[in-house]
């Protein structure tokens, strides 16, 4: 009979108050592993510590792995989740529109990929998760921004394992479809019924169903998985 190991962890998720970061600190809670959230308001789950945090700041994400480490010990997994969209078409999408998403999602991703590398190189382990979109790699109407953080995304994975990859460190991607979250429930009926009907899953996802997934990529079941792609979007993307 095969048996499988499970090592608690010290996690650390960004952007963990509220939607897919929250369901995926509840999942690592609910598996027993020491788990720390960032949030700019709010806080996480039960069971979670939260710290402060803005991923365009190095300072503030210092400061806020620095306190993590003094609590529950060297971070083990990382999980870039903080995300934010200004959606509009390319004629009328500012730089600033630009830049901004890039800097939150892709720079802030790189932000908290290099400080947590420090105690993984140390310890000679780490999982590092950023979340992504189907539309990285998809492309979407009005999303130029958008989609580029997320399309860097997978470059940002990928040389990370090729730099850190020998020192037991993975560093993967997971592309989520539509789920339900506060941004798609605000979608008219009309609208969620037409992106329904070009989903094979013929339906979103729930946050638990993106949060699974994470949580294996970190288990010591996925410690040969690197530089991957993992798509949950219900067949969307066809497996990009
Ligand atoms: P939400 O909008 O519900 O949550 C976004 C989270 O990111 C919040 O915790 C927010 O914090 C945080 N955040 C935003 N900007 C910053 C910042 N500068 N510094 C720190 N934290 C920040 O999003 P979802 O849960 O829906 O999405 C989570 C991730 O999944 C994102 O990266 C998103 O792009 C991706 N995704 C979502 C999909 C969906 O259908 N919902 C589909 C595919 C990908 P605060 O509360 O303080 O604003």
Same mark, same amino acid.
């Given at each position: 009979?095969?048996?499988?190991?499970?090592?608690?962890? /010290? &996690?650390?998720?960004?952007?963990?108050?509220?939607?897919?970061?929250?369901?995926?600190?509840?999942?690592?809670?609910?598996?027993?592993?020491?788990? =720390?959230?960032?949030?700019?308001?709010?806080?996480?789950?039960?069971?979670?510590?939260?710290?402060?945090?803005?991923?365009?700041?190095?300072?503030?994400?210092?400061?806020?792995?620095?306190?993590?480490?003094?609590?529950?010990?060297?971070?083990?997994?990382? @999980?870039?989740?903080?995300?934010?969209?200004?959606?509009?078409?390319? +004629?009328? +999408?500012?730089?600033?529109?630009?830049?901004? @998403?890039?800097?939150?999602?892709?720079?802030?991703?790189?932000?908290?990929?290099?400080?947590?590398?420090?105690?993984?190189?140390? =310890?000679?382990?780490?999982?590092?998760? *950023?979340?992504?979109?189907?539309?990285?790699?998809?492309?979407?109407?009005?999303?130029?921004?958008?989609?580029?953080?997320?399309?860097?995304? &997978?470059? *940002?994975?990928?040389?990370?394992?090729?730099?850190?990859?020998?020192?037991?460190?993975?560093?993967?991607?997971?592309?989520?479809?539509?789920?339900?979250?506060? +941004?798609?429930?605000?979608?008219?009926?009309?609208?969620? /019924?037409?992106?329904?009907?070009?989903?094979?899953?013929?339906?979103?996802?729930?946050?638990?169903?993106?949060?699974?997934?994470?949580?294996?990529?970190?288990?010591?079941?996925?410690?040969?998985?690197?530089?991957?792609?993992?798509?949950?979007?219900?067949?969307?993307?066809?497996?990009?």
């Amino acid at each position: 009979m095969s048996t499988t190991t499970f090592t608690p962890r /010290t &996690v650390l998720i960004t952007g963990g108050n509220r939607g897919i970061g929250y369901a995926i600190a509840s999942e690592f809670v609910a598996q027993g592993h020491r788990v =720390a959230v960032t949030a700019r308001s709010g806080e996480g789950p039960a069971g979670t510590l939260t710290v402060r945090a803005d991923v365009t700041d190095s300072a503030s994400i210092d400061a806020a792995f620095t306190e993590v480490e003094a609590a529950l010990g060297p971070v083990e997994v990382v @999980v870039a989740n903080a995300g934010i969209t200004r959606d509009t078409l390319l +004629m009328r +999408m500012s730089e600033t529109d630009f830049t901004a @998403v890039i800097d939150a999602n892709l720079t802030g991703a790189f932000r908290v990929v290099k400080r947590s590398s420090k105690g993984m190189l140390k =310890a000679r382990f780490g999982r590092i998760i *950023l979340i992504s979109s189907v539309v990285g790699l998809y492309g979407s109407a009005g999303q130029v921004n958008y989609s580029s953080s997320k399309a860097g995304l &997978v470059g *940002l994975a990928r040389s990370v394992t090729r730099e850190l990859g020998a020192r037991g460190i993975t560093a993967n991607v997971v592309a989520p479809g539509f789920i339900e979250t506060e +941004m798609t429930a605000e979608l008219s009926d009309a609208l969620q /019924t037409e992106y329904k009907k070009s989903i094979p899953a013929g339906r979103f996802a729930t946050p638990t169903e993106v949060a699974r997934v994470v949580t294996w990529l970190a288990s010591d079941d996925a410690a040969y998985i690197s530089g991957a792609v993992i798509p949950v979007d219900g067949g969307l993307g066809m497996g990009h």
